[in-house]
C-alpha cells in the first residue's frame, strides 16, 4: 500500500496568514497515463470531507482560489494564501494512484493560533 | 445536485454481518464513468477505505479487509450497499459513502455519515 505521510500533524495559525501543508507518498504518484492522482480534502469540525484539489491542483468546484495545490512525483503541498476563520479543520491528502486500496494521509489540523 | 445519505443499524454485536446502505440523487448509476464507494472513520482517526463500485459493476475493495467485504447496487432505486461480516469492536466508525468521478478518480461528494458501534 502506499503510505500517505503529512506534515506537519498541527498548523497554528493567525487569521489572514498564509499556510502551507506537505503531504509525502511512499512511491511516486504518476499513473501509467501520465496524471498524478493526489487530492485535498478539508474534514470541518463535525462534518464529512469535502474535495478541496484533485489531481495535484485543481480547484473542485465552488473551491476559494485562495487554495492551491503544487508538487509532483512523491512530494506535494496545499497552500492556504489568507486562512479564514472557516478554513480551520483537518486536511488530508490522498492518492489513487495505486488502488486498491485507495490511501489517505493522517491529516494536518489547521488551528487558529 | 449530488447528494448522499447513508443509513444503518446504529449498534450491533460482535460477530454480527454490518448492512449499510447508500441513498443517492443527483446521478445515475447506469451512467459511464458513475461510481460509488464507502469509507469509514473511527472516532477522532483517520480515513480507511473499504471499497467502492461503479456504474458497469466493477468492483474493488480494500485488501485488508476484502474477505468480510461485499458491495453491491440497486441502480433502479439508486442505492448502493456494503456488508461486513464478522464485525467486531474495531468495526465502530462513523461510515460514509461517497461519489466518484472517473476522470478525476477522487471522491468528490460525500454523504454526511452514519455512526456505527460494536458492542456486545
Known amino acids: 500500500d502506499v503510505v500517505m505521510t503529512q506534515t506537519p500533524l498541527s498548523l497554528p495559525v493567525s487569521l489572514g496568514d498564509q499556510a502551507s501543508i506537505s503531504c509525502r507518498s511512499s512511491q511516486s504518484l504518476v499513473h501509467s497515463n501520465g496524471n498524478t492522482y493526489l487530492h485535498w480534502y478539508l474534514q470541518k469540525p463535525g462534518q464529512s470531507p469535502k474535495l478541496l484539489i484533485y489531481?495535484?491542483?485543481n480547484r473542485f468546484s465552488g473551491v476559494p482560489d485562495r487554495f492551491s495545490g503544487s508538487g509532483s512525483g512523491t512530494d506535494f503541498t496545499l497552500k492556504i494564501s489568507r486562512v479564514e476563520a472557516e478554513d480551520l479543520g483537518v486536511y488530508f491528502c490522498s492518492q489513487s494512484t495505486h488502488v486498491p486500496p485507495f490511501t489517505f494521509g493522517s491529516g494536518t489540523k489547521l488551528e487558529i493560533k | 445536485q449530488v447528494t448522499l445519505k447513508e443509513s444503518g443499524p446504529g449498534i450491533l454485536q460482535p460477530s454480527q454481518t454490518l448492512s449499510l446502505t447508500c441513498s443517492f440523487s443527483?446521478?445515475?448509476?447506469?451512467?459511464?464513468?458513475?461510481?460509488v464507494g464507502w469509507i469509514r472513520q473511527p472516532s477522532g482517526k483517520g480515513l480507511e477505505w473499504l471499497a467502492h463500485i461503479w456504474w458497469d459493476d466493477d468492483k474493488r475493495y480494500n485488501p485488508a479487509l476484502k474477505s468480510r467485504l461485499t458491495i453491491s447496487k440497486d441502480t433502479s432505486s439508486n442505492q448502493v450497499f456494503l456488508k461486513i461480516a464478522s464485525v467486531d469492536t474495531a468495526d465502530t466508525a462513523t461510515y460514509y459513502c461517497?461519489?466518484?468521478?472517473?476522470?478525476?478518480?477522487?471522491?468528490?461528494?460525500w454523504g454526511q455519515g452514519t455512526s456505527v458501534t460494536v458492542s456486545s
Open positions: 443527483g446521478f445515475s448509476l447506469s451512467t459511464s464513468g458513475m461510481g
Open positions: 489531481k495535484v491542483s
Open positions: 461517497a461519489h466518484y468521478d472517473y476522470d478525476a478518480y477522487a471522491m468528490d461528494y
